[in-house]
C-alpha cells in the first residue's frame, strides 16, 4: 500500500492489524474499539534503514556468495532461558520479552544481566518505568553486582540512540518499549506508532551496531496502549512470560525464533530472590498428585523437544440442570467436547446427562492433542467412579471414531516416564510397535480408545 508520509493510517491496538480507514471491530481480533488514527509507518525496516548499517545491499546477491558464519552466540548463563533463546544470546538480535504487568520480565532480565556482567559483557539497562532505587532495590534482593552493568533512566529514544552510540555496549534492555517516545512521531508513548517506531530505531541500531537489545513489552487488553502483538513482525525473537498470579512458578515460551526452533519452554519459580530455574518441571507438575482418587491421569505433553508430564483431571456428575454444564481448564473446551461425544458414541457411555469438569493441574495450558488419551481415560475414571493405577502414564491423539493414533517422540516421552518412576505407560500402537525396549516399564500399545479404557 503506498503511503505519503502524511497520510494517516489506522491500528488495531490489540494486534496491530493495520487499515486504511476506521473500524468499530478488528476484523482480525474480533476486539471492539480497538482502532486508532496514527501516522503510517514509515517502514523503517525495509524502506527508511541505511544499507550499510542493516546488511540490505540494495542489489541481488547470489546465495552462494553470501558468506555466513555461525551465529556468536553469547550464553547467558540462564540454562532454561539459553534454551528458549535457541543455544544464547545471537548478537545483533533483537528480542522480545512480553507478558502481563508484574509476572517477572525485568526480574529475569535483571538477574541476566547480572550474570552476563560477571561473564565480563558491557550491559546497558535502561528503564523508563522505575527509578534508578528502584531497580537497586530490586537488584539487591537478586545478588551482587559488578562494575559492567551500567543502568540508564530514560525515555526519549533520541538521546538513548545517541548514548548507545557513545556507549558501545554489548547488550541493551530496554524495559519497556510503551514508556519509550522519538520526538519523530506526535503521538503520546504507548501509542502504535511510537512503538513501532522505537522499535524501528532499536533495529537499526542493533543490526549496525551488532548490539543485542532485549525489548520488554507488556501485554495489555487495551485499546490505547499497544500490546507487543504488533512488534511481532519486526523483531528476531518473540519471548512470552506467562503464569498464574497466584501460582509461584512462571514459563517462558519462545513464540517466533529465528535463531532457534520455537515452541521451547523454560520453566522458573519466583522466590523472595528472584526468578530460580526449575530443572525438572515434569516432577513439579505433577507433585501434589493424590493416590487412589477417581478422574486422575498422568499424561504426557512435549514442549519443543521435552517433554513434560502432567496430570489430567476430570471430574463428570449428574447435572442438575437441563443443559450439562462443560469446563476445561489448561485445554481446549472444543477438544473436551469432541473427546466425549466420541466416547459416547463409540462407547455407549450415557454422558450427555453429565456436567464434566476437565483439568490441567498445576495451571499449565497444553494444546498438544497427545493428551487426548489422557482427558479420555480421566473422564472415564470419573464417570465409572474407578481410579486409574497412579503409576500409570497416558498419551496418544484420539480420532473421531475412537482410534487411537501415533504422536511424534514417543521414544522421549516413555523415556521421561521411567525416569519419573511410571510403571505402565499407555500409548498408540504405531508408536509401540516401533519403540526400542525400555527396560523396567510396562509398554502397553492401544489401536482404539477402548483398549484404553478396559485399562481402568
Ligand atoms: P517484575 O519483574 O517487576 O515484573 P514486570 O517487569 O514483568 O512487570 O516482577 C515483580 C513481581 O515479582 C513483584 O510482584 C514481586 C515479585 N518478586 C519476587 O517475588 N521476588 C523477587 O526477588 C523480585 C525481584 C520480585
Ligand atoms: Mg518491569
Redesign the pocket.
Known amino acids: 500500500m503506498a503511503k505519503g508520509k502524511h497520510t494517516a493510517g489506522f491500528f488495531c491496538g490489540s494486534c496491530g492489524y493495520e487499515s486504511p480507514k476506521w473500524l468499530g471491530q478488528c476484523p482480525i481480533c474480533k476486539e471492539w474499539n480497538t482502532f486508532a488514527e496514527a501516522p503510517a509507518s514509515r517502514a523503517a525496516v525495509s524502506g527508511g534503514a541505511k544499507g550499510a548499517e542493516t546488511g540490505f545491499h540494495g542489489k541481488p546477491v547470489m546465495l552462494s556468495e553470501v558468506t555466513a558464519k555461525e551465529e556468536d552466540r553469547i550464553l547467558t548463563g540462564i540454562g532454561e532461558l539459553d534454551r528458549v533463546l535457541g543455544g544464547g544470546i545471537v548478537q545483533g538480535s533483537l528480542t522480545l520479552v512480553g ?10 532480565l ?1 538477574q541476566m544481566c547480572r550474570l552476563l556482567a560477571l561473564a565480563g559483557h558491557k550491559i546497558l539497562y535502561i528503564s523508563g ?1 522505575e527509578s534508578l532505587k528502584q531497580i537497586k532495590m ?1 537488584a539487591e ?2 545478588g551482587p553486582f559488578n562494575d559492567r552493568l551500567s543502568l540508564y533512566c530514560e525515555t526519549n529514544l533520541e538521546m538513548i540512540e545517541e548514548t548507545i552510540r557513545q556507549f558501545a555496549p554489548e547488550i541493551v534492555i530496554i ?2 518499549i510503551q514508556t519509550m517516545f522519538s520526538e519523530n512521531i506526535a503521538a503520546t508513548a504507548g501509542s502504535v506508532s511510537q512503538v513501532k517506531e522505537s522499535t524501528g530505531i532499536l533495529l537499526r541500531l542493533a543490526k549496525g551496531m551488532g548490539i543485542s537489545v532485549f525489548i ?1 513489552g ?1 501485554v495489555t487488553k487495551e485499546g490505547t496502549v499497544a500490546g507487543p502483538r504488533v512488534l511481532e513482525h519486526m523483531v528476531d525473537t518473540v519471548l512470552y ?1 506467562e503464569g498464574e498470579r497466584h501460582a509461584s512458578y512462571r514459563i517462558l515460551r519462545g513464540v517466533k525464533n529465528r535463531f532457534g526452533s520455537t515452541n521451547e519452554i523454560g520453566v522458573f519459580e ?6 530460580a530455574e526449575v530443572a525438572n518441571p515434569s516432577e513439579y507438575m505433577l507433585s501434589g498428585r493424590p493416590e487412589d482418587a477417581c478422574g486422575c491421569v498422568a499424561a504426557c505433553s512435549m514442549e519443543g523437544t521435552r517433554p513434560l508430564m502432567i496430570e489430567v483431571q476430570a471430574l463428570v456428575c449428574h447435572s442438575s440442570f437441563g443443559v450439562p454444564r462443560r469446563q476445561a481448564a489448561g485445554t481446549d473446551l472444543n477438544r473436551v467436547n469432541l473427546l466425549m461425544a466420541v466416547l459416547e458414541k463409540r462407547l455407549g457411555l450415557q454422558m450427555s446427562g453429565c456436567d464434566a469438569y476437565v483439568n490441567i493441574a498445576g495451571g499449565m495450558k497444553i494444546q498438544e492433542p497427545a493428551v487426548d488419551l489422557g482427558i479420555a481415560m480421566a473422564v472415564v475414571s470419573s464417570f465409572k467412579n474407578r481410579a486409574i493405577d497412579e503409576k500409570l502414564v497416558a498419551f496418544g491423539e484420539m480420532g473421531l471414531s475412537g482410534e487411537v493414533r501415533g504422536v511424534s517422540m514417543a521414544q522421549k516421552r516413555v523415556q521421561e516416564a521411567k525416569k519419573l518412576g511410571f510403571t505402565t505407560c499407555v500409548l498408540p500402537k504405531v508408536n509401540a510397535d516401533a519403540l526400542k525396549e525400555i527396560e523396567g516399564i510396562r509398554i502397553v500399545g492401544v489401536s482404539g480408545v477402548q483398549d484404553a479404557i478396559d485399562m481402568i
Open positions: 507478558g502481563d504487568p508484574g509476572i517477572g520480565k525485568s526480574t529475569l535483571l518505568e530490586r534482593r537478586i524495559d519497556s520488554v507488556h512470560f519466583m522466590k523472595e530472590n528472584g526468578l
